[in-house]
């Protein structure tokens, strides 16, 4: 005789996970579908995603040379800035057009000087200082609305995270389908807890890390060009093989990255190494 699937309703048993339980009440919940649909008119091949632990380990410059490399391959790319509060991604590429409009009432976004189609908050407000003071429901929204509004014609899709494992980079990740987590640390944080906090909300996400970037690994004299390891020895490749991922950089600071970044001539500098190879 077939065996009765366990009914747990309103049993001690019931852990209210839905998601992991076999048990077949009345009451189940069907895991919700939350992807943002772009478009049809759109097209967008593979999504990246760039995340850290906090703000100001590089995260923007480590999206900028991407896509900037990206494109110097030949390849149709956009950047979409989902950093809503700090957004720095236009200043990079000296970029502050507005988006236009489509025939279809889709966002146009913006292209830098290679021709990179940008999405930012810095490009819809009146001035690019203008504070975003907004509530984590909206920005998540905001972000949404990127995705969804914008004639997005790219090969690839850099998407500049929200740092930190929040709200806000919660919804981005359920939103939008991300095809590869890239992380980027820097020497001075707890590097171990900062990967293992990534790892285990990318497996929560089902979406794998494509690699790790440590970013501020040393200092590159502009004079001698020498990289001194002024915060010590990097701890780098035992995280990232204790959790099988993929060193693709480590880039040192340079006096030189921080200048492009600030004068919007990313684009133009000499970019540091990065192992783009499995990205495109
Ligand atoms: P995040 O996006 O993580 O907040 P940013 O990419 O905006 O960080 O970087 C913070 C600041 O540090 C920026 O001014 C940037 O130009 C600078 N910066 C980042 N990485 C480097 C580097 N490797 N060398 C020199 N300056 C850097």
Redesign the pocket.
């Known amino acids: 005789m077939a065996e009765e699937k366990q009914n747990y309703e309103n049993t001690e048993e019931c852990t209210h996970d839905c998601s992991t339980c076999g048990a077949n009440c009345s009451s189940k919940q069907e895991p919700q579908d939350l992807r943002a649909q772009l478009d049809p008119e759109a097209r967008v091949g593979k999504v990246y995603a760039i995340v850290?632990g906090k703000?100001?380990?590089?995260?923007?410059?480590?999206t900028s040379v991407l896509a900037a490399k990206c494109r110097q391959a030949g390849n149709e790319v956009g950047i979409l800035d989902a950093?809503i509060t700090?957004p720095?991604i236009p200043k990079a590429f000296g970029c502050d057009l507005k988006p236009g409009v489509s025939a279809g009432n889709l966002m146009l976004p913006p292209l830098t000087n290679s021709g990179i189609q940008l999405m930012s908050t810095n490009l819809l407000l009146a001035s690019a200082t203008d504070p975003v003071v907004w509530r984590g429901p909206m920005i998540a929204g905001v972000v949404t609305q990127f995705w969804t509004d914008t004639l997005w014609n790219v090969d690839y899709m850099f998407v500049?995270m929200p740092?930190g494992t929040g709200d806000v980079p919660l919804t981005v990740f359920q939103s939008l389908p991300v095809d590869g987590i890239i992380v980027?640390t820097s020497p001075q944080e707890l590097v171990g807890m900062i990967v293992e906090k990534a790892v285990r909300m990318a497996d929560m996400m089902n979406i794998p890390v494509a690699g790790i970037i440590e970013?501020?690994s040393g200092y590159k004299c502009p004079d001698c060009g020498a990289v001194h390891n002024i915060f010590g020895e990097s701890h780098i490749d035992e995280v990232a093989s204790k959790y099988g991922i993929k060193v693709l950089a480590r880039?040192?600071?340079?006096?030189l990255?921080?200048k492009a970044?600030?004068e919007g001539l990313i684009e133009y500098a000499k970019l540091?190494d990065i192992d783009t190879g499995d990205l495109f």
């Open positions: 850290s703000g100001g380990v590089g995260k923007s410059m480590v950093d700090g720095s500049d740092p980027v970013n501020m880039i040192p600071i340079d006096p990255t921080a970044m600030d540091p």
